[in-house]
């Protein structure tokens, strides 16, 4: 069974910081791995998706990597802005079913 | 492109009751649609999984007979909550998926159910 692990669980910075989001899984075969953000009491925003077969994928300001081996999958935000504010969440697809980690509560402060 | 819409986005019901919740792909053909529920301050959970013209898949723990979902078309699912009580009240989301793009998941805004 599949379970997944976001490392901080939260996170408060200073604007312009560089930040890293980490996510762990059990399970290293998936098809892939999505990162996503979600604003208070709102559905989710797809910010990045990997393939098992890619090492990364880059967004404007957001670079996600993955090492499927080592179930270990990171998002890095540059130069962060209040308005990244939100939940983060990391979904690994196993078996065409996304497992959810717990998120990252991320605030920005100005 | 890749829009997913829910309806209604918020509801009040009472104890007993039933709710009807729609998810619609509006610019895609979605080969399967997923209904998760999250409650305050948890993580999103998959309680379903429907492909168009099959009966749905459950995950373990979510009861097929209160969880009723019908998908009746590539751009239409429905769950409906039937009998709900309070400990149903929930943040209820869908999402889409369609082969061509990798079976990466749409996700719609969400519906939030408080019930009474």
């Known amino acids: 069974k599949q379970e997944v692990t976001q490392i901080p669980a939260a996170l408060s910075v200073p604007e312009g910081e560089n930040l890293v989001l980490n996510c762990s899984f059990t399970?290293?075969?998936?098809?892939?791995l999505q990162w996503f953000r979600q604003d208070p009491g709102k559905g989710l925003t797809s910010l990045l998706l990997?393939?098992?077969?890619?090492r990364e994928q880059t967004s404007g300001r957001l670079n996600a990597s993955l090492d499927k081996s080592s179930g270990r999958s990171t998002l890095y935000i540059a130069a962060s802005q209040p308005g990244d504010s939100a939940t983060y969440l990391c979904?690994?697809?196993?078996?065409?079913?996304?497992?959810f980690g717990s998120g990252t509560r991320l605030l920005v402060r100005p | 492109g890749a829009v997913v819409s829910q309806h209604p986005s918020w509801v009040i019901c009472k104890s007993g009751t039933s709710v009807k919740i729609e998810c619609r792909s509006l610019?895609?053909?979605?080969?399967?649609m997923f209904w998760y529920r999250q409650f305050p301050k948890q993580s999103l959970m998959l309680m379903a999984t429907?492909?168009?013209?099959?009966?749905?898949?459950?995950e373990q723990g979510v009861e097929k007979d209160k969880f009723l979902i019908n998908h009746a078309s590539l751009t239409l699912s429905t769950l409906t909550v039937t009998s709900a009580h309070p400990e149903d009240s929930s943040f209820y989301i869908c999402?889409?998926?369609?082969?061509?793009?990798?079976?990466?998941?749409?996700f719609g805004p969400g519906t939030r159910l408080t019930v009474l």
């Open positions: 399970d290293s075969a998936i098809y892939n």
């Open positions: 429907s492909n168009e013209g099959s009966k749905a898949t459950y």
């Open positions: 610019d895609f053909q979605a080969t399967t």
């Open positions: 999402s889409a998926s369609f082969l061509e793009l990798s079976n990466e998941q749409f």
């Open positions: 979904a690994p697809d196993s078996s065409y079913k996304l497992i």
């Open positions: 990997i393939q098992s077969s890619q």
